[in-house]
Antibody, heavy 115, light 108 residues
Framework: EVQLVETGGGLIQPGGSLRLSCAASGFTVSSNYMSWVRQAPGKGLEWVSVIYSGGSTYYADSVKGRFTISRDNSKNTLYLQMNSLRAEDTAVYYC?????????WGQGTLVTVSS | DIQMTQSPSSLSASVGDRVTITCRASQGISNSLAWYQQKPGKAPKLLLYAASRLESGVPSRFSGSGSGTDYTLTISSLQPEDFATYYCQQYYSTPSLTFGGGTKVEIK
């Protein structure tokens, strides 16, 4: 059974940093496209970032230069390093895969950026 | 980036009703379209992809159609568990994937 479990969310002040993790089971992260998708409170879904099986990474313009997606193949885990956080980054962050169509989603982790 | 416009943004319907939701892309996306269902406090769930292919385990009352820029999600007979928000997503233009704004289906 495929499972994605996100951790690492919380309350952080503007300008701060946070690292989200997404532990996968039932499939191999490094063999698939893996994305982060976020949802601001009461709003729709927004694609944030993707890492391809070959290691290429891409970002939405809204987070480019501030967020970094990565993975640890030995831990079968996906990460999202978030720096210079802003109030508008407040959202539930989901990891999703395994291709461009999101067959699998984690339960989400809430990131709140507020002073 | 390709923009995805869903309509309506919300609708009220009764159990047993036929419901149709539309998604329009700002340019042709060659059937590279997925539909998701999201219930409050839960992660989205994939319903259909390639515009009309039903994900495993999804009831057959859900169907999809369309081509070019215009796509439709149809629920043939609305069930109580179908009250949720529905999103379309294009995956034609990668790596930047885009979602529609969502359609909330409420009980009349």
């Amino acid at each position: 059974e495929v499972q994605l479990v996100e951790t690492g969310g919380g309350l952080i002040q503007p300008g701060g940093s946070l690292r989200l993790s997404c532990a996968a089971s039932g499939f191999t992260v490094s063999s698939n496209y893996m994305s982060w998708v976020r949802q601001a409170p009461g709003k729709g879904l927004e694609w944030v970032s993707v890492i391809y099986s070959g290691g290429s990474t891409y970002y939405a313009d809204s987070v480019k230069g501030r967020f970094t997606i990565s993975r640890d193949n030995s831990k079968n885990t996906l990460y999202l390093q978030m720096n210079s956080l802003r109030a508008e980054d407040t959202a539930v962050y989901y990891c999703a895969g395994v291709q461009r169509v999101f067959h699998y989603w984690g339960q989400g982790t809430l990131v709140t950026v507020s002073s | 980036d390709i923009q995805m416009t869903q309509s309506p943004s919300s609708l009220s319907a009764s159990v047993g009703d036929r419901v149709t939701i539309t998604c329009r892309a700002s340019q042709g996306i060659s059937n590279s379209l997925a539909w998701y269902q999201q219930k409050p406090g839960k992660a989205p769930k994939l319903l259909l992809y390639a515009a009309s292919r039903l994900e495993s385990g999804v009831p057959s009352r859900f169907s999809g159609s369309g081509s070019g820029t215009d796509y439709t999600l149809t629920i043939s007979s609305l069930q109580p568990e179908d009250f949720a928000t529905y999103y379309c997503q294009q995956y034609y233009s990668t790596p930047s994937l885009t979602f529609g704004g969502g359609t909330k289906v409420e009980i009349k």
